[in-house]
């Protein structure tokens, strides 16, 4: 009688790999958008001199929390924190 042992530690190839990585890949976006967006929540603990201070407002925060909850809009904080920044180098 002869045993045929499958080893389970097959590497994995091909598209599998690729499957595999594509999917973790988005998980990780995922978790980082999920992320940002629950720090971009934490700015609306700030008062509005705070904000103003690093360059955003109300409008900034509520613009950049549309949509669901995956959504991922903090790096539009970022741009309308450096545009009003460089009005303000400007004059």
Do not use: C
Request: glycine share 6%; no cysteine; aromatic share 8%.
């Amino acid at each position: 009688m002869t045993i045929i042992h499958k080893s389970l530690d097959t590497p994995i190839t091909g598209k599998r790999r690729v499957f595999l990585q594509a999917a973790w890949t988005k998980i990780v976006s995922l978790f980082g958008r999920y992320h940002n967006r629950r720090s971009v929540y934490k700015l609306n603990e700030f008062n509005d001199h705070q904000l103003a201070d690093i360059g955003l407002t109300r409008d900034d925060l509520r613009y950049a929390l549309r949509g669901g909850p995956f959504d991922d809009h903090s790096m539009d904080l970022m741009r309308a924190a450096m545009r009003r920044r460089s009005r303000l180098n400007q004059h």
